[in-house]
């Protein structure tokens, strides 16, 4: 769940971006990157609009389900840092 965390906050960040910014921002190879947004893609966390670009190869936009989704995540993570440094 945190590399799909760090995906769409990277999508967000730049509101809407390209694989090789995802690639770069959450740290994945174009390999993982591409098994991910496949995911995320269904899921309905993000959605490909073609066309952008230098190359047209399109960009990814953070959807509504995706912001919630992310705003959960981040909400949970918070609530648990505290306990992830007792335990260690």
Do not use: Q, W
Request: with cysteine.
């Amino acid at each position: 769940m945190d590399v799909c965390a760090d995906i769409l906050r990277t999508v967000k960040e730049k509101g809407g971006a390209k694989k090789t910014h995802v690639v770069y921002g959450a740290n994945l190879n174009f390999k993982m990157v591409n098994r991910y947004m496949s995911r995320l893609l269904i899921a309905g966390l993000v959605t490909h609009e073609a066309g952008h670009g230098s190359r047209g190869r399109g960009l990814y936009i953070l959807t509504e389900a995706g912001e919630e989704f992310l705003g959960k995540y981040m909400d949970a993570t918070e609530m648990l840092g505290p306990m992830a440094e007792i335990s260690a």
